[in-house]
């Protein structure tokens, strides 16, 4: 496990990813932790270094008893960034992290390059709302608010399906420390930054639910959106936690914000397609191109892979596994070859393999997986031996 000591608190953290690439923290809401991220990681970790932590009082981050304030929780989160010596960040923040996120751009701008405030506000509707919250849990423990967060977290048919990714959020905040809970709901009743949000400098995208009863985009969203300068606003059909209510939707919706002076789409296109059929495949198909076919060369890396595979929406492990599907079910089999043998060389498994055929043998026919099984038979004895 990774620690940092923040004085006068000790931190835990996950930093992960390549130290080459831009550094995007993710900070979560009141009653969660760093885990709550772990759907967008997959999504993310292709673009970006990736710094988690547990705010003061959750998770495993330590939990001093008192009141806490949204400078301090701040100032916690820059003591971090320096203990790591990293010196600027894009900021990503849900409800409590978002208002975290808020100080930090208006009092560190030069430490926040990009900031993302996903449900949240400059300032809780009724304070006295979170007072009553905290003297609860100091009186009850979680257990007595658990329901009304959970009814506010997720919208209630997802609430009622109750997948893994609610009940570990159920579970997640069961297990939080009710002094570092207190804490936190004392942080949002006194924070109110909505004189300074003209000050934040940091190119800005404000994300809001629909269905958030907690902070609805009228009044919270809105105001973020019209007071910082430049800032957008993006509106989901989900309730208070939109990365876990729509976790696909919203790290798309993060990565194309995050990532908008992308290269040129032939140049992008060209770092994808070495990246999935690697560099000498690439090389001899562009050294071997003609008069005839440098238009069509140029027009597969432009818009194949620089339009569709460039795309957030899906991880390049899936697309693999469409493509293999699509060219089985199509009888495609030399670009089934071509990609069979390209995935194996990275990324894919067996199992991945398997798994696709089967799926192709049920939707497009017993051939086309008994072909396909031929095909990757022969290319798993070559590749033994």
């Known amino acids: 496990m990774a620690f940092a000591g923040t004085d006068p608190i000790r931190t835990y953290y996950r ?25 967008q990681m997959p999504g993310l970790l292709s673009r970006f270094c990736v710094l988690r932590y547990d705010t003061r009082g959750h998770g495993a981050t330590d939990a001093p008893a008192g009141d806490y304030t949204m400078e301090g929780l701040g100032r916690d989160a820059l003591a971090l960034l320096d203990g790591l010596g990293v010196a600027r960040v894009a900021w990503c923040g849900v409800s409590l992290g978002g208002m975290i996120g808020q100080w930090l751009a208006v009092h560190a701008p030069e430490r926040v390059s990009a900031l993302v405030l996903a449900n949240t506000s400059p300032r809780v509707a009724d304070p006295s709302v979170m007072e009553a919250r905290r003297r609860t849990v100091l009186d009850q423990g979680l257990r007595a608010v658990a329901d009304t967060a959970m ?32 804490g936190c709901c004392a942080a949002l009743r006194d924070f109110d930054g909505t004189a300074a949000l003209a000050r934040i400098s940091a190119r800005s995208l404000v994300i809001s639910g629909d269905a958030d009863a907690s902070m609805p985009w009228d009044g919270h969203g809105d105001v973020l959106a019209r007071a910082i300068p430049g800032a957008t606003g993006v509106r989901l059909a989900t309730a208070h936690l939109s990365n876990l209510g729509l976790p696909r939707t919203f790290t798309r919706t993060l990565i194309e914000f995050l990532t908008p002076d992308a290269a040129d789409a032939y140049d992008s296109g060209l770092d994808i397609r070495r990246a999935v059929l690697g560099d000498d495949y690439v090389a001899r198909s562009l050294a071997s191109a003609t008069d005839l076919t440098r238009a069509f060369q140029d027009m597969i890396t432009r818009y194949a892979w620089g339009g569709i595979w460039t795309r957030p929406g899906l991880d390049h492990q899936t697309r693999r596994l469409l493509v293999l599907a699509t060219t089985a079910a199509l009888g495609r089999w030399e670009e089934f070859r071509l990609h069979l043998g390209a995935g194996l060389d990275r990324d894919l498994e067996w199992s991945d393999v398997e798994e696709v055929l089967l799926q192709a043998g049920v939707y497009a026919g017993v051939p086309v997986a008994n072909a396909g099984f031929a095909i990757a038979a022969e290319e798993r004895a070559r590749r033994t031996g």
Do not use: C, I, Q
Request: net charge neutral; proline share 11%.
């Open 15 to 39: 930093l992960e990813g390549n130290g080459d690439k831009p550094v995007l923290v993710l900070s979560h809401s009141l009653g969660l932790d760093h885990g709550m991220w772990d759907s």
């Open 151 to 182: 009814a506010r977290f997720f919208a209630p048919p997802l609430l009622a399906a109750n997948p893994p990714r609610v009940a570990s959020a159920r579970a997640t905040l069961l297990a939080t420390s009710p002094a570092g809970y207190a």
